[in-house]
């Protein structure tokens, strides 16, 4: 299939993904995707979500074992984004793999729990919903511009008096909190390869090995404050949208010596994804087998990719 992706990636993607699942993940990045949006259950239950959209006559399909997620075909999206649903902040529009993403944190009510690169807030939101609005949860966000942006979101879905906002590098968080969080997420800038589609040059444009490298440059520093400002015994997730080695294994390869026997990962199980372990090696540098338990989502009609690496820091 000819394709206006740039050839530089789609080789590279081709070294990447193995055999058996390369057709479902190009198609991914030439045809339309189901529309995913979760229900805000500090203001509802999925139950009265699902009867509304019964009523206005959009079919939808849920995920198993998380209910609060929900699909509808793309033809349909306009409309519940246009719905009072929508509006009154019931639901929120965000897709699977983010879901999945803020899922494996496993933030719990009453602890101190902090969101690093937080806008535009799908995963502050459904983080605050986990807590259920109890204990302590910190939104950073470091561009102004998306800063606000987070901050509407709050409001609209009604977390705003809940959840702490800061304006600031993440990369010098640790020296204002030090190891405080009971979990932190880490759902770092990225070249956003993932979210590359055909159909929209934009998505792909500004695309290039120098991107890579750049974003390289700061998740490394973003995933080691992050880890320095996990309590001994917390959980830390480091995530991308990126399926680039340099961005996730090799990130996380040097956080691993950088912190050698303070830090160990923590294996990854998805049900009802297509994943792939992280990888053993990469263009002939090897990794140890620790990076087996990192985790990418592989794109289909279902979800955008996503790279997830567990951290545990040690007692």
Partial sequence: MSSPLPAPFVARLRMLIPPAHWDHVWRSFHEPRLSCFRVN?????PEQVHAELQRM????????????????????RSRVLDSALYAAGLLYSQSLASQLCARMLAAQPGER????????????????CMMQATGELLANEAVRKRFFKLKGVLAAQGVEHFVRTSLADGRVLWRRHGASF??????????TEARFHADRPASFRYWSPRKI??????????????????????????????????????VVFDALKHFAGEVTLAPIALAG???????????????PEEL???????????????????FKKRS
């Fill in 41 to 45: 259950t500090l203001k509802t239950c």
């Fill in 57 to 76: 006559g959009i079919a939808w399909h849920t995920w198993p074992d998380k209910m609060d997620a929900l699909f509808v075909a793309p033809e349909d």
């Fill in 113 to 128: 729990v902090l969101d690093m690169c937080a806008a535009p807030g799908g995963k502050t939101l459904q983080l605050a």
């Fill in 182 to 191: 009971d979990r932190v997420l880490v759902d770092a800038p990225c070249s």
């Fill in 213 to 250: 490298k750049e974003m390289r440059h700061k998740q490394k520093g973003l995933l080691r404050s992050g880890l320095r400002c996990v309590k001994p015994g917390g959980t830390l997730i480091y995530a991308t949208c990126s399926f680039a080695p340099e961005e996730n294994e090799l």
């Fill in 273 to 287: 994804v297509k994943c792939m372990p992280g990888l053993a090696q990469w263009q002939e540098r090897a990794f």
């Fill in 292 to 310: 087996r338990r990192c985790c990418r989502i592989l794109p289909d009609e279902w979800t955008e990719g996503l790279f997830i690496a567990c």
